[in-house]
């Protein structure tokens, strides 16, 4: 059965903090990962992660994966109050997306 | 842009009520699925299609079915409405090359 984990479960922050959100999986053909941002509707796409160390980067907000260690990090620097959310991971296997908990970020003013 | 819409937003049902949530995507995609989103346990797929009249149990089919009669619209029925079926139930789709999954704004399902 596939499984992927989020850790931490939940974070509380400063704003201008920064903070890395962790994603594990154990999967059966692996084809990509993926992370998405949560508010109160339906999750946004962040990123798709396939390959091993290449570090995608949209603003503030970075994703690297290791093929080696079966994990992903989200990296957020400077956090802004707008940055509270769920963030959600989800690795595709045989096009179906397996997701994790997520985590709960919450930025204080 | 890719726009996955979805019957309705909020949806208060008895138990035992047949409910039919429908999802409609406008991008020809061939990948159409169903999941549910509950506190604690994140989202977990309920079905999914491959293409027209095909479908395929994800990983918590019990209490439901779907139906794709056509590319663009995919069903999920609940045969006969359960009060631990009360959730948020997400439609999303996803074609050709890429696996982004786009998600319609979700269905607020309450059983009573």
């Known amino acids: 059965e596939d499984k992927v984990v989020q850790s931490p479960l939940s974070l509380v922050v400063h704003e201008g903090d920064t903070v890395t959100l962790n994603c594990s999986y154990e999967?059966?053909?692996?084809?990509?990962l993926l992370w998405y941002k949560q508010e109160k509707k339906a999750p946004t796409f962040l990123f798709m992660l396939?390959?091993?160390?290449i570090e995608k980067k949209s603003g503030r907000l970075s994703s690297i994966l290791d093929k080696k260690e079966l994990s992903s990090i989200l990296n957020i620097t400077a956090t802004q109050t707008g940055d509270s959310a769920i963030y959600l991971c989800?690795?595709?296997?045989?096009?179906?997306?397996?997701f994790g908990k997520g985590t709960l970020l919450t930025v204080n003013p | 842009d890719v726009k996955v819409t979805q019957s309705s937003r909020y949806l208060v049902k008895r138990t035992g009520e047949k409910v039919f949530l429908e999802c409609v995507q406008d991008?020809?995609?061939?990948?159409m699925f169903w999941y549910r989103q509950d506190p604690g346990l994140g989202l977990r797929l309920i079905y999914f299609?491959?293409?027209?009249?095909?479908?395929e149990k994800g990983d918590i089919p019990e209490g439901y079915s779907v139906s794709r009669e056509k590319k663009e619209r995919f069903s999920l029925i609940l045969e006969s409405a359960s009060t631990n079926q009360t959730s948020m139930y997400l439609c999303?789709?996803?074609?050709?090359?890429?696996?982004?999954?786009?998600f319609g704004p979700g269905t607020r399902l309450t059983v009573t």
């Open positions: 999303a789709s996803t074609g050709g090359e890429t696996y982004e999954q786009y």
């Open positions: 999967v059966t053909n692996f084809r990509s």
């Open positions: 396939t390959s091993s160390g």
């Open positions: 989800a690795v595709d296997s045989n096009y179906k997306l397996t």
């Open positions: 991008m020809d995609h061939e990948n």
């Open positions: 299609s491959y293409d027209v009249k095909m479908k």
